[in-house]
């Protein structure tokens, strides 16, 4: 863990630029997610994510009129991403995902920051941060890395029904922690689900996820049970018997491989 600090976070130039230009247009947006739990572990984190309470088309209209570029194409789930002195911005308007199932989900916009939060996978993620430092954390985020727990928004069961890849989201995220506390009944519940995801979730995502793994600071958490005897972690021996059924070398030989290594 270095020395980073949100206060860093908000005194970066670009940052104070974006919270500048709606200032000035008397829009509330706010940081969200990965910047700001990452900025409380002490590290600094390349990808910045929004939370507004105003419509895309608004968010656009903005972006024109300060001349900044912007990618729309996430557009129908109302998310814009701007380019403010040479770094992306994600803009979200707060929404509600309905009828969720797998990777699919409809959306309803909403001016309430914690429906917005609540949609969110993890405590950990579902946090908002306001140019004067002000911090949203309605699921108790900053207790839970403060306790390196990770924990689910809601009911495990249903969070996972919604998005397969929350299981794969969740291995990934305990690398950020060097000793994580495991929730009881999280593996069990995971592992009830775990077959059911291959359905919903394609090999290539599989194998991002899985690459994702090995940027956290604590990686071997990711894979193994206990780093004293590097137990591997169930998950890794069914998806590579899927990878294998599936003939996608790509994911053995450029993903799992990986694993292995971790153990030298």
Not at 218 to 246: A, C, D, G, V
Request: with cysteine; glycine share 4%; charged share 30%.
């Amino acid at each position: 863990m270095n020395n980073y600090t949100v206060a860093n976070l908000l005194n970066k130039y670009s940052i104070k630029r974006f919270f500048d230009i709606f200032a000035n247009e008397s829009k509330e947006v706010q940081l969200v997610g990965g910047c700001i739990r990452d900025a409380l572990l002490g590290k600094e984190t390349k990808d910045i994510d929004v939370a507004t309470n105003f419509l895309p088309d608004e968010i656009i209209k903005i972006l024109n009129k300060h001349k900044i570029e912007y990618k729309n194409f996430a557009y129908k789930y109302g998310s814009i991403i701007a380019i403010v002195e040479n770094k992306k911005f994600q803009i979200t308007t707060l929404r509600e995902d309905i009828k969720q199932r797998g990777r699919h989900t409809s959306i309803i916009f909403t001016n309430d920051w914690k429906k917005d939060a609540k949609r969110r996978d993890f405590s950990i993620n579902a946090m908002y941060l306001s140019s004067d430092g002000i911090l949203k954390d309605f699921f108790n985020g900053q207790r839970d890395i403060v306790e390196s727990k990770l924990k689910f928004i809601g009911n495990i069961d249903k969070r996972i029904q919604e998005d397969f890849l929350r299981i794969f989201r969740y291995y990934r995220f305990l690398g950020i922690f060097e000793k994580p506390k495991i929730i009881k009944g999280y593996d069990e519940t995971l592992k009830k689900y775990f077959n059911e995801s291959f359905n919903y979730l394609s090999n290539d995502l599989l194998r991002q996820e899985i690459l994702k793994m090995f940027n956290t600071s604590f990686p071997s958490n990711s894979f193994f049970n206990k780093k004293n005897n590097m137990e591997k972690r169930y998950w890794i021996e069914l998806i590579k018997n899927h990878f294998i059924q599936t003939k996608y070398d790509l994911g053995l030989k450029k993903c799992l491989n990986k694993i292995e290594l971790l153990m030298k």
